[in-house]
Each structure stands twice: as C-alpha cells, then as structure tokens.
C-alpha cells in the first residue's frame, strides 16, 4: 500500500509508498511530513468481542448520484464472551433501513457514537452460538479519509465514470476504512469468506474479491456481477469497484491472470502489465504457491491497495512502457505478505508492507537479473531508508505509512539475507507463510521462524534493527601504516553489530575479500594481506553511509565499489537539492533534472574525485513537482527523485 508524498523513488513508489493520492501526476513512493489526526480511534476489543465466519454483500451502486443500496449479511460465531448485543462500524451517512436475523430476535438497532451500530439481540448469545443477520442500508459513503474508503468519480478526459473503494485509510487509527460502505469491524486478526453481487449499469463492469462465477444481464437496464472468495481475508481486502472496463486476461488458469483496464489504456495496459505472470511465478517458486483462484489489477483513481485477488491500481500508472513494474511488484506480493499471512498487531505493519516493499527488489531479481537488483536496492531503498531518519523504531512506528516501515523495513530484509544466506533465508519466508497461512503474525513470531532456521538466535539483530533500535551506522575508516585499519560509528544512539565484507586492494588489484564482525568495542582490524585500500560492503547489503577519518583523504581511506548515489536531501526540497554519490574513481558526472513531463530543468557537469562526492541544485525557478533526477558517467546512469515543495 503507498501514499501520496515522497522520499526517494525507483527509477521511474512507492508504497506505497507507501500509496498514491495525486490524480493529474505521476504516483511516487510514500514520504512522510507527519501524521494527521485521526477522524476516531477506534479500540479494537471495543467493537470486536465475536468472529466473522462470512460476509455476504448484495448492492446496487447509482455512480450517477453517488448511491448505494441493498444489504451486508453477516455470520458470526460467538467465541469470546456471551453478549446481548453486536458492535458493528458504519458510516452515519448510511440510513438503516431495517435488521433482520435467522437465528435470534432483533430487539432494537441504535447508533451510539460516531459511525457506530449496536444491534441487540435475544434471546442472549452464548459462547458457541452462531449469529446470522442481514442489515439493509442505503446512502451516499461519507468521506471518512484522505484515501481510503469508497468513493464516486464522474468521468474526466480519459477517465470514465467510476464507483471504488479502498479499505485502508491513511488518517484512521486503527486504518481499515470499510466501514464507509460496509457494515464490518476493525481488528485484522478476524479473517472472514466473501461473496458479492453488484448490480450495476448494463454499459459498466463489477469487481470484487473472488472469482467471478457470472454477470447476469436484467431487463431494466442492469447487470449483477456475481463474486465468491473461498479464501479466509481480513475485512481491510475486502473491495469493489465499478467502471467502464475491458477484461484482459493474461492466464486463464492456476491463477486466473485479469486485469480490469480503462478502454482508454488498454494499449498501454498490454506492456504495463506484461511482467505479471512471470513475477507471480517467480514469486510462488520463493515463498510457497499462489493461494487464491484469481489474480489482476482493476483501475482506480487514487492509488494501490492490495485488495484481496484484485488490486486497485492508480490509473495514471498505466502507461507505455515498463516504469512501474516495481509498483505490480510490490501490490502482487502481498497477496503473500498481507493477504495470505497478516499482520496480528498493526504495531507490525512492517510485516506487511516492509515485505513488500523489498519484494520491488526481489521482483527486479528475478525478472530483470541481479544488476537491476542492486541497482534498485542502492538508489532506491537504501536512500529512502537512510532519509527516513530515526525518529522511531520499525515495530510499533510513529507512522504506519511511512519509510521507517516501508524502505528501511525493506533494507532489514536485505541485511537478514546477508547475515542468514539465501537458502536459509527463503525457506524461512518459506516455511512462515506456511505456519501462518490464512492467519496472523507477530514479529517475535517471524524472528522464530527464521531462528529455527539459522539454528541461533538472532535476537541482536531484530533488537537493533526492529524493536530497539533507530538509524543505521554511520561507519567512519582509516586506514593505518601497519597494514591495520580501523572502522568505528560515528551515529548517536544505535550502535551495530553486524557481519560486514570487506575487499582489500593493492592498487588496482583486488587482494582478498573477507568478512569481518563489526563491534561497537573492536575497531582495529589486522588483515592478513597486504593491501592500501579497502572496499567496506561492495555489494550493497548493509544500510549505512561511510565517513572517512578527518586528516585522511578519502581515496587514500577507501575504494568504492560502485557509481552510485547515496542520498538526496532534504526531499521534499525548497528550493536546493544535495546530491550525494561514490564515484571509483576520478570521472566527469553530469546531472540532469526532469520535471514529470519529460523537459529538462537543468544541467550541470563536475568531475568527481575518487570517494564521496556531492552536487547542488538550486531549483528557485522551477514550480513545484516530482523531478526525476539522474547522475551519468560515460558508463553508468543511477536515477532518483524528489519533490520540490514551496
């Protein structure tokens, strides 16, 4: 899931990025300029004391009048305690029309505090009745959230007419926001069935979660659009979404691959979505099987959401060409992490969207090959997570929707590849999703999975990286003249134990590689080999940044292993940009800037010196927008973006 600011982006993020709430310019990766208050904070045991075995929802949607109507049915088990009444959310704008139950009398339906309904109901239910109740209800959906919940759009330019929702919401605490159309509760631990008939406009197309099992065409005018999900899903996936489709299907079996594009973009649509099956596959090889009948993307105005068997996907991000593969990338593997394993605690959202977010990488792994791997994880992730800051932890973050959780819980998944091995790691992922499939996790649950699978404890890990600890180490190097050198942290707070690899060079001639164990308390290091240079974590696995000692140049300290850019700052910026890149070796960089529609804001070129290097742009004259911003040698392009704010 992405949001609507941005801190770094992929070449083109997310996201969301965490998710996207621009309409008329391209999506970007999440950023964070702080929390807005939430519209109530809802606490979970307070409307959740019971299980949702099932919902039924049977509605017709007036994109016309921006209405619904119909009813939700509801089957629930009575498992935790003995109640005399249902605790249900749902928006006032709604009117209930009437409650009616199969199994119990329903005795009177009030609407006590905001957006709340409470149906009574006799005789009393026991602890292992089971509770069957259809509430009918019409309306306009209130805008409950700057993102989330269900909203109308009359068609614009290349937009049509469109119904959807989204059921995340980015200023809500808890966030699930369906309770805009939706009677249904907040706790992500009640996975429930789903079945949906959406009678719509015979000229629009219905999606919901599910399979599709018909579309019946009626004599006045509408078409039911009948959907069953067999699959246990927290209420949070559960979506609909009504427009002027085009069905393109991409696999007609072992899952259904259909993606519900806009007439508009189908042209665009057929490369957009192209790498789709072969990263679902590749996907299901490392982490277990697809699990549910379907998979696809359906068009919408505002951004991705990882809606159970459908994504809702920004439309803007449907163009010519491969931009946003990281994007399907990262919407597509939630359907592991998220849909399939979710969260138990949204103190552990990370579990959910830092997954996904490093599945952008992952995704670039297996369908582009490991030099884009890198290349994503280097500009990308790391920058991001290194511009987060370290303002809190990644359990229990101050902001949910942020790069605390989304990149920087992304680069712990990279470093936990590095310190357990790519066999131990995936069959980790592995066996999770199959201890908790169609259930919840905690992190102290996933750390135990990976524990039984390193055969030690990684308890030092996840309490500097997850639970204790914030920021990354800030290494500073200098080498000695007895063939020693020494690596020390020069951050506040955090100090980090760690597994670091390390080259040893003697000219231009690698010597040796080794990987030596990084202690706050061991700073001198005694190689045997000689060398008079070294090169600290060349392949890109440790989020860090490299600082050289006061008195010693940087090329006679350190030999990067790589062109590559290490941070844009601040992002968003107003008016002046800092980049900062590692250059080999002496070399002409030239950088160029980009607005969203491809004209060029500036050039500059500088020769860069063997080390750590920066450029400044001052962007007083240009308007306010994403730019995309690329550092080119005469063998390499690396590429980020910011957003100038004023």
């Not at 706050?520 to 240079?533: G, I, T």
């Amino acid at each position: 899931m992405y949001l609507f600011l941005i801190t770094l982006i992929p070449s083109l993020l997310f996201a969301g990025y965490p998710r996207f709430l621009q309409t008329d310019v391209e999506p970007e990766k999440s950023g964070l300029l702080g929390c807005r208050q939430p519209r109530e904070r809802i606490l979970d045991d307070t409307l959740h004391q019971f299980n949702a075995l099932k919902i039924w929802s049977d509605l017709d949607y007036d994109l016309v009048n921006s209405l619904i109507s119909g009813n939700a049915r509801l089957l629930i088990a009575i498992d935790e305690v003995s109640l005399n009444q249902l605790d249900l959310r749902l928006v006032a704008s709604l009117e209930i029309d009437s409650v009616t139950s199969t199994t119990h009398d329903v005795d009177s339906v009030r609407r006590d505090g905001l957006d709340s309904v409470q149906i009574f109901l006799s005789p009393e239910m026991a602890i292992g009745d089971t509770v069957d109740v259809t509430i009918y209800y019409r309306g306009t959906p209130a805008i409950i959230d700057s993102w989330g919940g269900m909203r109308f759009g009359q068609a614009s330019g290349w937009r049509p007419q469109i119904c959807y929702s989204m059921g995340d919401g980015l200023d809500l605490e808890p966030p699930p926001a369906n309770y805009s159309w939706l009677p249904c509760f907040a706790d992500p631990t009640d996975k429930v069935l789903w079945e949906a008939w959406l009678r719509v406009p015979q000229d629009r197309v219905g999606v919901s979660a599910g399979i599709r099992l018909d579309s019946v065409a009626n004599p006045d005018g509408t078409s039911i659009w009948h959907y069953r999900l067999d699959q246990p899903v927290s209420t949070y996936l559960l979506f609909v979404s009504v427009s002027e489709y085009e069905i393109m299907t991409q696999r007609d079996s072992n899952p259904v691959i259909e993606n519900f594009v806009y007439p508009s973009r189908w042209t665009q649509a057929q490369i957009h979505f192209e790498p789709v099956p072969q990263c679902l596959d590749a996907f299901a090889a490392h982490f277990g099987p697809y699990v549910f009948e379907r998979f696809g993307y359906n068009m919408t105005r505002i951004g991705d959401m990882e809606h159970a068997t459908c994504v809702s996907h920004y439309d803007a991000a449907v163009v010519n060409g491969r931009t946003y593969d990281w994007l399907l990338f990262h919407e597509l593997s939630h359907h592991w992490w998220g849909n399939w394993v979710t969260v138990a605690d949204w103190r552990d959202l990370w579990l959910n969207e830092g997954f996904a977010t490093y599945c952008e990488a992952l995704g670039m792994e297996w369908v582009r090959g490991e030099e884009e791997f890198r290349n994503y994880v280097r500009t990308d992730l790391q920058p991001a997570a290194r511009n987060a800051g370290n303002a809190s932890t990644i359990y229990d973050p101050d902001y949910y929707w942020g790069a605390i959780v989304y990149e920087k819980g992304a680069c712990v998944l990279h470093m936990l590849r590095w310190v357990m091995g790519d066999s131990l790691f995936f069959s980790s992922l592995r066996d999770y999703g199959q201890q908790f499939a169609f259930a919840n996790a905690t992190t102290v649950e996933f750390q135990s999975v990976c524990e039984s699978h390193y055969d030690s404890t990684l308890q030092w890990f996840f309490d500097e990286w997850v639970f204790e600890g914030t920021g990354y180490p800030q290494f500073d190097i200098i080498l000695e003249p007895t063939n020693t050198f020494s690596l020390t942290q020069s951050q506040s707070g955090t100090q980090f134990s760690m597994p670091v690899e390390i080259e040893f060079w003697s000219g231009d001639q690698l010597t040796s590689t080794d990987t030596v164990w990084v202690n706050p308390e061991l700073a001198s290091y005694d190689p045997d080999v000689p060398f008079d240079s070294v090169s600290l974590d060349p392949r890109g696995w440790i989020l860090k940044t490299l600082h050289y000692f006061p008195n010693v140049s940087a090329n006679d300290a350190v030999r990067p292993s790589d062109f590559e850019i290490s941070s844009a700052y601040p992002n968003p910026f107003n008016p002046t940009l800092t980049v900062s890149y590692e250059s080999p070796r002496p070399q002409p960089v030239t950088m160029r800037a980009y607005n969203v529609q491809g004209q060029l804001a500036v050039e500059k070129t500088a020769l860069a010196s063997a080390g750590s290097n920066t450029l400044v742009w001052n962007a007083e004259h240009q308007a306010s927008g994403v730019y995309v911003i690329q550092l080119s040698t005469q063998t390499a392009t690396r590429t980020v973006k910011a957003v100038l704010l004023k």
